[in-house]
Protein backbone atom coordinates (compact mmCIF):
# COMPACT_ATOMS: atom_id res chain seq x y z
CA UNK A 1 0.00 0.00 0.00
CA UNK A 2 1.56 3.24 -0.86
CA UNK A 3 2.23 5.91 2.08
CA UNK A 4 -0.05 8.40 0.75
CA UNK A 5 -2.65 8.02 -2.10
CA UNK A 6 -4.93 9.86 -3.93
CA UNK A 7 -7.34 10.21 -7.17
CA UNK A 8 -5.30 10.75 -9.95
CA UNK A 9 -7.83 12.12 -11.71
CA UNK A 10 -8.09 13.82 -14.21
CA UNK A 11 -11.45 16.06 -12.74
CA UNK A 12 -12.71 18.08 -15.62
CA UNK A 13 -15.17 20.84 -14.24
CA UNK A 14 -17.01 24.06 -15.77
CA UNK A 15 -15.76 27.43 -14.10
CA UNK A 16 -17.82 28.04 -11.28
CA UNK A 17 -18.14 24.55 -10.30
CA UNK A 18 -17.02 23.25 -6.77
CA UNK A 19 -14.65 20.32 -6.65
CA UNK A 20 -13.36 17.89 -4.21
CA UNK A 21 -10.23 15.94 -3.63
CA UNK A 22 -9.55 13.16 -1.38
CA UNK A 23 -6.26 11.81 -0.11
CA UNK A 24 -5.73 8.41 2.45
CA UNK A 25 -2.21 8.06 4.25
CA UNK A 26 -1.25 4.60 6.10
CA UNK A 27 0.77 6.35 9.04
CA UNK A 28 -1.42 6.52 11.61
CA UNK A 29 1.58 8.32 13.89
CA UNK A 30 1.79 11.06 10.83
CA UNK A 31 1.38 14.81 12.44
CA UNK A 32 1.92 17.32 9.38
CA UNK A 33 -0.52 17.38 6.24
CA UNK A 34 -0.54 19.94 3.53
CA UNK A 35 -1.29 20.50 -0.15
CA UNK A 36 0.67 21.20 -2.77
CA UNK A 37 -0.14 22.76 -6.29
CA UNK A 38 2.06 21.83 -9.28
CA UNK A 39 1.73 23.53 -12.35
CA UNK A 40 2.92 21.66 -15.72
CA UNK A 41 6.82 20.78 -16.19
CA UNK A 42 7.01 23.51 -13.20
CA UNK A 43 7.93 22.71 -9.55
CA UNK A 44 5.33 22.29 -6.68
CA UNK A 45 4.42 25.12 -4.44
CA UNK A 46 2.69 24.79 -1.05
CA UNK A 47 -1.30 25.59 -1.13
CA UNK A 48 -2.08 24.93 2.48
CA UNK A 49 -1.68 23.24 5.16
CA UNK A 50 -4.19 20.94 6.71
CA UNK A 51 -4.90 21.04 10.44
CA UNK A 52 -7.17 19.38 12.94
CA UNK A 53 -10.07 21.71 13.27
CA UNK A 54 -10.01 22.48 9.24
CA UNK A 55 -8.92 25.19 7.11
CA UNK A 56 -9.99 27.68 4.84
CA UNK A 57 -7.95 29.73 2.65
CA UNK A 58 -10.07 31.63 0.24
CA UNK A 59 -11.66 29.45 -2.13
CA UNK A 60 -9.82 26.68 -0.86
CA UNK A 61 -10.93 24.79 2.39
CA UNK A 62 -8.93 21.78 3.72
CA UNK A 63 -9.97 19.03 6.36
CA UNK A 64 -8.36 16.40 8.06
CA UNK A 65 -10.11 13.38 9.68
CA UNK A 66 -7.33 11.14 11.72
CA UNK A 67 -9.63 8.48 12.68
CA UNK A 68 -9.88 7.69 9.01
CA UNK A 69 -6.39 8.63 7.82
CA UNK A 70 -7.76 10.75 5.52
CA UNK A 71 -7.73 14.21 4.05
CA UNK A 72 -9.61 16.79 1.51
CA UNK A 73 -9.18 19.58 -0.58
CA UNK A 74 -12.64 21.27 -1.54
CA UNK A 75 -12.04 24.28 -4.12
CA UNK A 76 -15.12 26.43 -4.63
CA UNK A 77 -15.95 28.57 -7.86
CA UNK A 78 -13.36 27.19 -9.88
CA UNK A 79 -11.21 29.47 -11.92
CA UNK A 80 -9.28 28.37 -14.85
CA UNK A 81 -6.02 29.02 -13.47
CA UNK A 82 -7.05 26.71 -10.69
CA UNK A 83 -5.81 24.10 -13.64
CA UNK A 84 -3.25 22.20 -12.21
CA UNK A 85 -2.34 18.96 -10.15
CA UNK A 86 -2.68 19.17 -6.78
CA UNK A 87 -0.34 17.07 -4.27
CA UNK A 88 -1.26 15.17 -0.94
CA UNK A 89 1.77 15.66 1.18
CA UNK A 90 1.86 14.19 5.07
CA UNK A 91 5.24 14.43 7.31
CA UNK A 92 6.60 10.99 7.71
CA UNK A 93 6.33 9.71 11.06
CA UNK A 94 8.44 7.84 12.65
CA UNK A 95 11.37 8.42 15.83
CA UNK A 96 12.18 11.63 16.39
CA UNK A 97 10.82 14.34 13.80
CA UNK A 98 12.63 13.60 10.54
CA UNK A 99 11.01 16.36 8.83
CA UNK A 100 10.46 14.34 5.49
CA UNK A 101 7.77 14.69 3.43
CA UNK A 102 6.10 12.17 1.64
CA UNK A 103 4.02 13.22 -1.72
CA UNK A 104 0.99 11.75 -2.93
CA UNK A 105 1.39 11.25 -6.90
CA UNK A 106 -1.20 13.92 -7.53
CA UNK A 107 -4.49 14.76 -8.97
CA UNK A 108 -5.04 16.46 -11.92
CA UNK A 109 -7.37 19.26 -12.47
CA UNK A 110 -9.00 20.78 -15.60
CA UNK A 111 -11.18 23.75 -15.13
CA UNK A 112 -12.55 24.61 -18.37
CA UNK A 113 -14.44 27.38 -19.77
CA UNK B 1 17.11 35.04 -8.28
CA UNK B 2 15.98 32.16 -7.61
CA UNK B 3 16.38 30.96 -3.77
CA UNK B 4 16.84 27.22 -5.31
CA UNK B 5 18.69 26.98 -8.39
CA UNK B 6 19.23 24.12 -10.47
CA UNK B 7 21.29 23.30 -13.23
CA UNK B 8 21.42 22.57 -15.91
CA UNK B 9 17.54 22.78 -17.00
CA UNK B 10 17.09 20.17 -19.76
CA UNK B 11 19.89 17.56 -20.35
CA UNK B 12 20.03 14.96 -22.82
CA UNK B 13 22.32 12.07 -22.24
CA UNK B 14 23.05 8.78 -23.32
CA UNK B 15 23.24 5.88 -21.83
CA UNK B 16 26.48 4.67 -19.60
CA UNK B 17 27.69 8.67 -19.33
CA UNK B 18 28.45 9.91 -15.68
CA UNK B 19 26.20 12.87 -15.26
CA UNK B 20 26.19 15.27 -12.62
CA UNK B 21 22.78 17.42 -11.62
CA UNK B 22 23.59 20.57 -9.21
CA UNK B 23 21.59 22.54 -6.73
CA UNK B 24 22.50 25.63 -4.84
CA UNK B 25 20.33 27.58 -2.42
CA UNK B 26 20.24 31.03 -0.52
CA UNK B 27 17.60 30.31 2.19
CA UNK B 28 20.17 29.52 4.60
CA UNK B 29 18.24 25.97 5.26
CA UNK B 30 19.93 23.13 6.49
CA UNK B 31 18.14 20.38 5.00
CA UNK B 32 18.17 19.08 1.06
CA UNK B 33 16.61 16.94 -1.11
CA UNK B 34 16.73 15.14 -4.45
CA UNK B 35 13.40 13.88 -5.67
CA UNK B 36 13.01 12.11 -9.09
CA UNK B 37 9.48 12.57 -10.66
CA UNK B 38 7.45 10.07 -13.18
CA UNK B 39 4.15 10.39 -14.45
CA UNK B 40 1.72 8.27 -12.49
CA UNK B 41 4.30 7.49 -9.77
CA UNK B 42 4.36 11.35 -8.25
CA UNK B 43 7.69 12.30 -6.23
CA UNK B 44 10.02 10.11 -4.51
CA UNK B 45 12.79 10.54 -2.58
CA UNK B 46 16.04 9.67 -3.73
CA UNK B 47 19.12 11.22 -1.10
CA UNK B 48 18.67 13.72 1.41
CA UNK B 49 21.05 15.74 3.83
CA UNK B 50 20.01 17.50 6.85
CA UNK B 51 23.54 19.26 7.36
CA UNK B 52 27.16 19.15 5.56
CA UNK B 53 28.53 15.78 7.19
CA UNK B 54 25.05 14.03 6.96
CA UNK B 55 23.81 11.97 3.96
CA UNK B 56 21.31 9.40 3.82
CA UNK B 57 19.20 7.16 1.01
CA UNK B 58 15.62 7.93 0.23
CA UNK B 59 13.36 5.34 -1.20
CA UNK B 60 15.05 5.14 -4.53
CA UNK B 61 18.87 5.46 -4.13
CA UNK B 62 20.60 2.91 -6.74
CA UNK B 63 22.22 3.91 -9.68
CA UNK B 64 22.64 7.73 -8.04
CA UNK B 65 25.03 9.24 -5.32
CA UNK B 66 25.35 12.55 -3.85
CA UNK B 67 27.76 14.96 -2.15
CA UNK B 68 26.76 18.12 -0.12
CA UNK B 69 29.93 20.09 -1.38
CA UNK B 70 28.57 22.92 1.63
CA UNK B 71 25.56 23.84 3.51
CA UNK B 72 24.26 25.31 0.16
CA UNK B 73 24.97 22.91 -2.44
CA UNK B 74 24.17 19.52 -2.76
CA UNK B 75 24.57 17.91 -6.22
CA UNK B 76 23.33 14.48 -7.85
CA UNK B 77 25.13 12.21 -9.72
CA UNK B 78 24.16 9.37 -11.95
CA UNK B 79 27.48 7.17 -12.37
CA UNK B 80 26.60 5.46 -15.37
CA UNK B 81 23.33 6.48 -16.84
CA UNK B 82 20.11 4.36 -17.80
CA UNK B 83 17.18 5.32 -19.94
CA UNK B 84 14.86 4.48 -16.73
CA UNK B 85 16.42 7.57 -15.37
CA UNK B 86 14.77 9.54 -17.50
CA UNK B 87 12.55 11.41 -15.43
CA UNK B 88 12.40 15.09 -13.77
CA UNK B 89 14.64 16.19 -10.62
CA UNK B 90 13.89 18.32 -8.33
CA UNK B 91 15.84 19.99 -5.83
CA UNK B 92 14.28 21.19 -2.30
CA UNK B 93 15.41 22.85 0.82
CA UNK B 94 13.75 22.94 4.32
CA UNK B 95 14.79 24.09 7.77
CA UNK B 96 13.98 22.15 10.87
CA UNK B 97 10.92 24.39 11.69
CA UNK B 98 9.20 24.86 7.92
CA UNK B 99 9.44 20.48 7.15
CA UNK B 100 8.08 19.40 10.34
CA UNK B 101 5.35 22.52 10.61
CA UNK B 102 4.63 24.36 7.73
CA UNK B 103 5.45 21.81 5.06
CA UNK B 104 7.39 24.55 4.03
CA UNK B 105 10.37 22.85 1.41
CA UNK B 106 11.23 25.18 -1.41
CA UNK B 107 11.71 23.53 -4.62
CA UNK B 108 14.14 24.22 -7.26
CA UNK B 109 12.27 24.40 -11.29
CA UNK B 110 13.70 21.12 -11.85
CA UNK B 111 16.22 19.04 -14.31
CA UNK B 112 14.58 17.33 -17.65
CA UNK B 113 16.86 14.47 -17.97
CA UNK B 114 16.47 12.17 -21.03
CA UNK B 115 19.08 9.67 -20.87
CA UNK B 116 18.81 7.83 -24.57
Known amino acids: RKEVEQDPGPFNVPEGATVAFNCTYS??????FFWYRQDCRKEPKLLMS???SGNEDGRFTAQLNRASQYISLLIRDSKLSDSATYLC??????????????FGQGTTLQVKP | DADVTQTPRNRITKTGKRIMLECSQT?????MYWYRQDPGLGLRLIYY???????NKGEISDGYSVSRQAQAKFSLSLESAIPNQTALYFC???????????????FGSGTRLTVV
Open chain 2, 92 to 106: ATSDWESASGTGGYT
Open chain 1, 50 to 52: VYS
Open chain 2, 49 to 55: SFDVKDI
Open chain 1, 27 to 32: NSASQS
Open chain 2, 27 to 31: KGHDR
Open chain 1, 89 to 102: VVNKAGSGNTGKLI
